[in-house]
Structures are given as C-alpha cells and as structure tokens.
C-alpha cells in the first residue's frame, strides 16, 4: 500500500496547521509513519487520497453507526442547506430533535445542543456546580471528556497518547476542584468523597469506558456510584458522547440499567456533524440561562445543519432498533476471530468489548482501569496497527481508544479483517 499522496499532503499541512492536524490523535504520533489522508467514505470503507480501500473500525470516532456517507442524513443535511445554514434563532427542527431525543433516553426531561462533546461535558460541570453549590468533582483517570479545563487532569484519549494527561495551561486553581479516582475502584472514591465532605458537586464517568481503549465497569461499580451520590447529595453525569445511541437507543443508562442525574451527548447525536448535548431532569435544566442563573450559550448552537444529521440518525436508529444488536453479533464475531489468531500464534492479549465498542490490549495483565490499559500500549501495538494498515484495515491509531463498529460492515468486511490478522500475527511476537 502506497502513501504518496497522504505524505504529499501531511508535509504541507505541516507547515500552516500544528502538528498537520485540527486533532492530536490524528497525526498517528504515538504510532509512528504518515496519517492517511482521507478524500472519500461509503459504507464500511474509507478511500484515501491514494486511492487505497480502507475498512474502516474508527467510524468518526463513533458517530457513524450506519456508515459513511448514510444516505438519509447525506439528503436531510442537503435539503436544509438550501434553505439557508444558520440563523442564530429557533427553529421548529430544535424542538424535534429535542422531543425524539427526550423520549428516547431514560431518565431525561430536557435537553440543550452544543456543539461538540467538549462543550457538553464542560456545560454539565458548570451546570452541577450551580445546583449543588459546591465546586469540586470526582474524574476517573483515562477517561476523558473533552480539553475543556478542569477534566484534562489524568485524562485519557489524546491526552495520554500524547504523554500530555495533565495539560500546561491549567491553572493550579482549576486542578484543585478536580479530584481523581481510578476506574472500577470503588473504595477510592468513597475515599475521596470522606476526605471532601461536602465540597463534591459532581462525579463525571463514561460508564463504559472508551477513551483507555474500551473498559467495562465491573459488576456493582455504577452502582456503587450512585448509592455514594444519593447519600452525599453529589449529581452523577454520565460522558454518554460515545456510548450514547450506540450501546443501546437510551445508551449505557438503559443498557445497564443506572440512572445518571445529567447525560453528556456526542458523537452519534449528531450524525456526523459537529453537536453535543446535555440533558437532565426538569428541576435541574431549568437551572439554566435564560430560566435559571447558570450561564451556558453558543451562537451555532441548534445549527440547522447539525440538526438535520442528528434527527434523520435517530429517527433511522428507532426505526431500526435490532441495529444494536446486530453489531454486538459483528464484534462478538470480530472479538472471537482475533482471539483465535492471536492464541494460536501464543500471542498475549486481552479484548475487552460491550456492545459494539471493542479493544484489544497486548499485555497478561485484565484491562480493567487506566493502569492496566497503559500495560497494552506497547511496541507490539504499534507492529499491529501498521501491519493491518498495510492490509487495508484501519483501527485506532493508539492504544487509548476503542473500535467502534458500524452497521455497513459485513461479515465478509470481518473475515477480511481477521484474515488479514493471520497474514501479520507473526510479526507481532516480540
Ligand atoms: N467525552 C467522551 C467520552 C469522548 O470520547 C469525547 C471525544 N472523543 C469527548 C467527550 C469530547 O468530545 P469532542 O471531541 O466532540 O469535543
């Protein structure tokens, strides 16, 4: 496989945008080698600048369950677009979007649309500290919720690839209000919050984690975590930018069946576009500009494009509930393929996967928090990202992320996959 083209391009990009991209993980820093630039998408499959087919396991980072390029979202956004692309003042499609998402989300009466995930997260922070009146919060180390302030503290994602967790140009007065726990660990949070009694507004979590690879919170922790909320008056958010109407229409509250007092969204909200969300109850939302003294706006906030992709993704989502598992079947099977590969050629590994979010790990050690997933992110990875590259499957260019898998890949697209893992086993032992 040739990289021309995307070497071409990378090697102008690098001298008018830092680092040659608008996102670190892009740049397949931690990876080594040249990033692929991509010029089209259907489906399963991405095409590059050189004209390689790639089978693609990222899908935008999540948002496109369906595939590329889905073709009621592709009509929806066009057919808004010509009637005009923003207006900075409601719009009927808000409340639509708003009322699908509402009824099918547990435990959600309203919902206010940003931007982005990072926005999401940052606004459900400000907005529980002006409930509870307190100012700190607990974050799990490897999770991450986007690079707003207070949550790039240990984060995971990017952050971590990048050996930059704990970001210059956080202030120490920020740091401070954010304490952190380790995933799966129950007794330091209880910890944490005994230590500061009633200073704690808030616990933020991904409730499966996506952002260390993908890490599944042990039986009774989400639990646990929200007994300690109920009993410290502390709100518990659930980040559901990656899991939300992907492990399940209602995501990973209606999957594992736990109430989160507010619900960051992300991702496949959006359909591809740029939007997140925020959402909660009644008494909480209100608490909001222009009801309520929290402040939170934006000016393409609602865009009516991004509206668009995001109700002809949900409206196609409900319609087509058995999606949800019919993914979790392909990356049972994808799970299944590459443990055989793996164990006949003795290499150690460990796959974590729920739904259709899944990772592999090269370590002996159970991938249950951010210590034992950094065991995974080494040399063996980068041979095995770089071997599939070669054979026309795109993964995750790090150790920190998940797969996520969308509805256009086929069985077929995963025999592919976990032939061309058989081609290159053998180059992965050490
Ligand atoms: N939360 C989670 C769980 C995420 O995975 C991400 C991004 N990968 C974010 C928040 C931030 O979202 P965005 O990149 O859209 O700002």
Known sequence: MLYKRSSALFAEAQKVIPGGVNSPVRAFKAVGGTPIFVKEAKGAYLYDEDDN????????????????????????????????????????????????AVSLVPNIDKIRFVNSGTEACMSAVRLARGYTKKDKIIKFAGCYHGHSDSFLIQAGSGAVTFGAPNSPGVTQGTAKDTLLASYNDLDNVKELIQVNKGEIAAIIIEP???????????????????????????????????????????????????KADIVCFGKVIGGGLPVGAFAANNEIMDYLAPNGPVYQAGTLSGNPLAMSAGLAMLSALKNKPEVFSSLSKKAAYLHEGISKVLTKEGIEHRINRLGSMISVHFTNRDVVDFDSAASGNNPIFNTYFHGMLKEGVYLPPSAFESYFLNDALSFEDIDFTIKALEKIAPTLKK
């Open 53 to 100: 087919r790639l089978i693609d396991y990222i899908a935008s980072w999540g948002p496109l369950i369906l595939g590329h390029a889905y073709e009621p979202v592709v009509e929806a956004v066009i057919e808004k677009a010509k009637k005009g692309t923003s207006f900075g003042m409601p719009t009927a499609i808000e409340t639509e979007i708003a009322e699908l």
């Open 208 to 258: 499966v984690a996506g952002n260390m690879g993908c890490i599944v919170p042990k039986e009774g922790f989400l639990e646990g975590l929200r007994s300690l909320c109920d009993a410290h008056g502390i709100l518990l958010i659930f980040d559901e930018v990656m899991t939300g109407f992907r492990l399940a229409l209602g995501g990973a509250q209606e999957l594992l069946n736990i």
